[in-house]
C-alpha cells in the first residue's frame, strides 16, 4: 500500500511559476514510476508528466513540455512537478499517481493516486 499526499498548490498569474511535491509512503519507492496528471473544470483527467522508479526517464504531454519539469528524490520518497510559465489552460486539480514497476501515460496502468491539490493561473 502506497499513500500519496500532494502539496504545493494554490493561485498564481499567468507567467508565474509553481512547485508541486508528492510525498509517498512506504519503503519501495523507487519500484514506483511516478506520474502526475490533471483535471481541469469540465474535462477529463490527463497525463501531464511522468519518470521511471530511478529518475533516468522523464516524459511529457505536448502541452506542458518545456514548460514543465518532473523530478524525484528517491531518498525523500518525494516526487516533484516544477511548472513555469503558466497560463489559464493549465488551471486544474494536479494529481500524483503511482505505478508498480511500470511507467507510462495511461491513467489504467497507475496503482495509487493522491487526493489532488488545485493549481489556479489567473490571467
Known amino acids: 500500500q502506497v499513500q500519496l499526499v500532494e502539496s504545493g498548490g494554490g493561485l498564481v498569474q499567468a507567467g508565474d511559476s509553481l512547485r508541486l511535491s508528492c510525498a509517498a509512503s512506504g519503503r519501495t519507492f523507487t519500484s514506483y514510476g511516478m506520474g502526475w496528471f490533471r483535471r481541469a473544470p469540465g474535462k477529463e483527467r490527463e497525463f501531464v508528466a511522468g519518470i521511471n522508479g530511478i529518475g533516468r526517464s522523464t516524459y511529457y504531454a505536448d502541452s506542458v513540455k518545456g514548460r514543465f519539469t518532473i523530478s524525484r528524490d528517491n531518498a525523500k520518497n518525494t516526487v516533484y512537478l516544477q511548472m513555469n510559465s503558466l497560463n489559464s489552460e493549465d488551471t486544474a486539480v494536479y494529481y500524483c499517481?503511482?505505478?508498480?514497476?511500470?511507467?507510462?501515460?495511461?491513467?489504467?496502468?497507475?496503482?495509487?493516486w493522491g487526493q489532488g491539490t488545485q493549481v489556479t493561473v489567473s490571467s
Open positions: 499517481a503511482a505505478n508498480y514497476l511500470g511507467a507510462g501515460r495511461a491513467e489504467y496502468a497507475y496503482d495509487y
